[in-house]
């Protein structure tokens, strides 16, 4: 592992620590509640639940590995910073392109309005070219495609 790598996980490790204190694990009824209030269409709900639990298990200040293009996920859905935020590096070569105009670190406290509407533009991003938004998370693809996803919100009141 090179001294960058060792550098780049240890930042990433102390950031989740010292954002704890403003993060939230939600509850799956209560997620799902939050969702729909958040304007998720009813129908979605189930699959945004699955993802969230399969990406974060529901906790709004994770952190994902060092991904092999040098990239981390960040969040309750694992937003990559290669492409949907601001994540500062030391590599001048990488490009991050930032499309949801958002410093990472609002995406891993326990406000996630700003995350749907970061997300929305991903689904949507992934429905154009692939015609399923949901594709854009392996997560999702991996545990939540074509699978009965009603025990995600079973009980809840949404």
């Given at each position: 592992m090179s001294r960058f790598?060792?550098?780049?996980?240890?930042?990433?490790?102390?950031?989740?620590?010292?954002?704890?204190?403003?993060a939230k694990v939600f509850g799956r009824?209560?997620?799902?509640?939050?969702?729909?209030?958040?304007?998720?269409p009813k129908y979605q709900i189930a699959d945004w639940v699955c993802l969230a639990y399969h990406e974060?298990?529901?906790?709004?200040?994770?952190?994902?590995?060092?991904?092999r293009d040098g990239s981390v996920d960040h969040g309750l859905f694992q937003i990559s910073d290669i492409y949907w935020c601001?994540?500062?590096?030391?590599?001048?070569?990488?490009?991050y392109k930032n499309v949801c105009r958002k410093n990472c670190?609002?995406?891993?406290?326990?406000?996630?309005?700003?995350?749907?509407v970061c997300v929305r533009k991903?689904?949507?991003e992934h429905q154009r070219l692939q015609g399923n938004g949901?594709?854009?998370?392996?997560?999702?693809?991996?545990?939540?495609?074509?699978?009965?996803?009603?025990?995600?919100i079973r009980g809840c009141r949404v």
């Open positions: 790598t060792q550098l780049m996980l240890a930042s990433v490790g102390l950031l989740a620590v010292l954002n704890a204190g403003h009824c209560e997620l799902a509640r939050k969702l729909k209030a958040l304007g998720i974060s298990r529901y906790n709004t200040a994770a952190v994902g590995r060092l991904n601001d994540w500062k590096s030391n590599e001048p070569h990488r490009r670190n609002s995406f891993r406290d326990n406000n996630i309005a700003d995350d749907l991903i689904y949507m949901f594709l854009a998370w392996v997560a999702w693809r991996s545990h939540c495609q074509n699978r009965n996803l009603q025990s995600y």
